[in-house]
């Protein structure tokens, strides 16, 4: 059984094309999150939703548009996408938010986006 | 600002041996620390989790410490194997800030 799994793993495009992420957690976690991974493999948070109200929101721009229909689901959708959000794209999920006792977060495999 | 260091970047180490992975932090406000391991390609999985009022976590060959007034946590592998060879980070939630900051990582590679 997957925990957290994302769709496509990979998503080659060109640029100012529109496109989606998939995110879906099967954990009943309350809180999901999307994370950037740049090409120097750093990570860094883009977005939080706990119970599908925004609460983390970093500076990214308005382009990209998270939507949670449930509490299952972060999907991640990028407008006129550029060379620069290439990048692998996670999403994780918690019990918890992040000021909670039982905030072990879980990824999933990740998704390689290709603009070219 | 919270940053946060791993050092070393990369590691490589005969089987057996037992090794010492480390990460600072700036600010030693923090709700938690994680660590985690990334295998090429794949995504994070969690090894250890320490809420700000512990001192260690312990999970079969790992154990991981957290000194918040020195801004430090170590991750002890022990007896380290090929299949530990992977990419480990550690992610600092600081209070107030409610989300995880990530160090780069650290490469570890165990030869046979």
């Known amino acids: 059984d997957t925990a957290v799994s994302q769709t496509p793993k990979y998503l080659v495009t060109q640029m100012g094309n529109d496109k989606s992420i998939k995110c879906e957690q099967n954990l009943g976690h309350d809180t999901m999150y999307w994370y950037k991974q740049d090409s120097k493999k750093f990570l860094k948070i883009m977005f939080s939703?706990?119970?599908?109200?925004?609460?983390i929101n970093e500076t990214v721009p308005n382009r990209f548009s998270p939507k949670s229909p449930d509490k299952a689901h972060l999907n991640l959708h990028i407008n006129s996408l550029e060379l620069g959000d290439s990048a692998v794209y996670f999403c994780a999920s918690s019990q918890e938010p992040v000021w909670g006792l039982r905030f072990e977060q879980y990824f999933g495999p990740g998704t390689r986006l290709t603009v070219t | 600002k919270q940053e946060v260091t791993q050092i070393p970047a990369a590691l490589s180490v005969p089987e057996g041996e037992n090794l010492v992975l480390n990460c600072s932090f700036t600010d030693s406000a923090i709700y938690n620390l994680q660590w985690f391991r990334q295998d090429p390609g794949k995504g994070l999985t969690s090894l250890l989790l320490i809420q700000s009022s512990q001192r260690e976590q312990t999970s079969g060959r790992l154990n991981a410490s957290l000194d918040k007034s020195s801004g430090r946590s170590t991750l002890y592998i022990a007896a380290s194997q090929p299949g530990d060879s992977a990419t480990y980070l550690c992610?600092?939630?600081?209070?107030?800030?409610?989300?995880?900051?990530f160090g780069t990582g650290t490469r570890l590679k165990v030869l046979a």
């Open positions: 992610a600092v939630s600081t209070s107030g800030t409610y989300k995880y900051i």
């Open positions: 939703y706990n119970n599908k109200e925004l609460i």
